[in-house]
């Protein structure tokens, strides 16, 4: 069962403490992952390529699932068939494995909540070549937990490095490779 939304406005309201703090580069007009905590910058300037609108939402969609217990269905299928995630120590290749993954990540915890603060783009990764399908990122933000059994709760800053997939204009993106750093 998903988190309340008591619940979960209190986990948005750490991750705006961690991300919005001093140093954060953070003006006070501006929420570092907008309102929902699922919207990222972008680089927007001439020096960096831009990132595609479906990978925007790739992003957007994969944290806003990624936050809910019972999507877990939905969750495996943001990764392809024989995708590779490292969480810390745990690794995972695999559907069958990013599904029991994906169980121990909410064993100890009741709900959690991201708040993406940026996205870097990378070049391509098959040979240095650019491709219209892939993509290559690294982000980082902050994730808020609310811990089973009254243990309280407990704010963790991290980064990932992505490599996503499609296989053609229109087909949908998919995880060939995702490791997050805490």
Request: net charge negative.
């Amino acid at each position: 069962m998903p988190a309340n939304a008591t619940t979960q406005q209190a986990l948005d309201a750490l991750t705006k403490q961690e991300v919005g703090g001093p140093g954060s580069g953070s003006s006070s007009s501006t929420t570092p992952g907008g309102e929902s905590g699922y919207e990222p910058a972008y680089p927007s300037n001439n020096n960096t390529p831009p990132v595609d609108a479906s990978v925007q939402g790739f992003i957007t969609r994969f944290f806003e699932v990624s936050d809910d217990p019972d999507r877990n269905d939905e969750w495996v299928g943001f990764f392809g068939e024989d995708a590779a995630l490292t969480m810390g120590s745990d690794v995972a290749r695999g559907k069958d494995e990013l599904r029991e993954l994906r169980g121990r990540m909410w064993q100890a915890v009741e709900a959690r909540k991201h708040r993406l603060v940026k996205v870097f783009p990378a070049g391509g990764f098959s040979g240095g070549q650019q491709s219209a399908d892939e993509a290559e990122f690294m982000i980082f933000g902050a994730v808020a937990y609310r811990m089973r059994e009254g243990k309280g709760d407990a704010v963790v800053g991290w980064a990932g490095h992505a490599q996503l997939r499609r296989d053609g204009a229109g087909a949908p993106w998919r995880f060939g490779f995702y490791r997050v750093y805490k």
